[in-house]
């Protein structure tokens, strides 16, 4: 049975399903399979609901302008749609609560729900999840329509399906209440927030919940949170330099968290510490 459920969130853009791999490596190098194998890892794909209208809008374009796009404009005009486009829909989605949010939220709660499985459906197991780039925003937006948004559709069993046969216990757990640490890298949060006057982050989701955010001072797309604002005070950022000597000291970097030594090891003490509370 394990005791410890870890959920990996990708960022934007295009994943495999085994984006998560080279971290699940790393970590078991570094703690040891007899750690790992009490670890529940669930990888939260979400990308496909933001990839097929996406993919069918690029394609209408690629109809009517094919005469007129290089393959090469083609090409780069398929990253920035596949890239950049989910930041923006996600958000749009997000406040309208539209069907593609709603397949965003059940990923992650089906992502929770599938550890608590292999938990043996034990409510006080605790959770940690790592973020990387846009999926730091997911989150972000899945706590503030669980704790602050009483009209979210997505946390409402008459719109979201999902919920229907769930009992409290286990709805708060959902909702993050054994959550004990959200740990970002190449965070773009304050890419969504930068032109609000007041910025507020989302109710912890329970007492012991810490945020560790880490960011290389390279990686254009990777920010420091505390300056948000006063409600982001209890994060604790740390600027870090990921990568080798060229990769490292470019906005390459932004993709080069998850195999670094000082992020996935100061993950993986994490993950260790938390299992040495329950023992």
Not at 47 to 52: K, T
Not at 78 to 95: K, P, Q
Not at 264 to 276: E, N, P, T
């Amino acid at each position: 049975m394990k005791e410890l459920i870890v959920l990996a969130v990708h960022g934007m853009g295009q994943r495999k399903p085994n984006f998560a791999d080279g971290l699940e490596e790393k970590l078991t190098e570094y703690l040891g399979s007899d750690v790992m194998n009490k670890v529940s890892l669930q990888r939260v794909k979400y990308y496909s609901a933001l990839q097929a209208p996406q993919d069918q809008l690029i394609n209408d374009i690629w109809q009517t302008y094919h005469n007129r796009f290089s393959t090469l404009s083609n090409l780069g005009r398929r990253f920035f749609m596949n890239s950049f486009s989910d930041a923006t829909s996600l958000e749009v989605a997000g406040r309208r609560q539209t069907d593609d949010y709603m397949e965003i939220i059940k990923a992650l709660q089906a992502a929770f729900f599938k550890g608590m499985n292999e938990c043996g459906f034990n409510t006080n197991v605790p959770v940690v999840i790592i973020c990387h780039s846009l999926g730091a925003q997911v989150i972000s937006n899945y706590f503030w329509d669980a704790l602050n948004r009483n009209d979210a559709k997505v946390w409402d069993k008459n719109h979201n399906d999902f919920l229907q046969n769930i009992d409290d216990d286990k709805l708060a757990y959902l909702k993050g209440n054994r959550v004990k640490l959200l740990f970002t890298t190449g965070c773009n949060i304050p890419l969504f927030l930068g032109g609000l006057q007041t910025r507020e982050c989302f109710t912890k989701p329970s007492i012991e919940f810490s945020w560790l955010n880490y960011f290389d001072g390279d990686d254009w797309l990777g920010w420091p949170l505390k300056e948000l604002g006063p409600s982001y005070q209890f994060v604790i950022d740390q600027c870090v330099s990921v990568g080798g000597p060229i990769s490292g000291n470019t906005p390459w970097s932004h993709t080069l968290y998850w195999t670094d030594k000082d992020v996935y090891r100061a993950f993986g003490d994490r993950i260790k510490g938390f299992l040495g509370a329950r023992t």
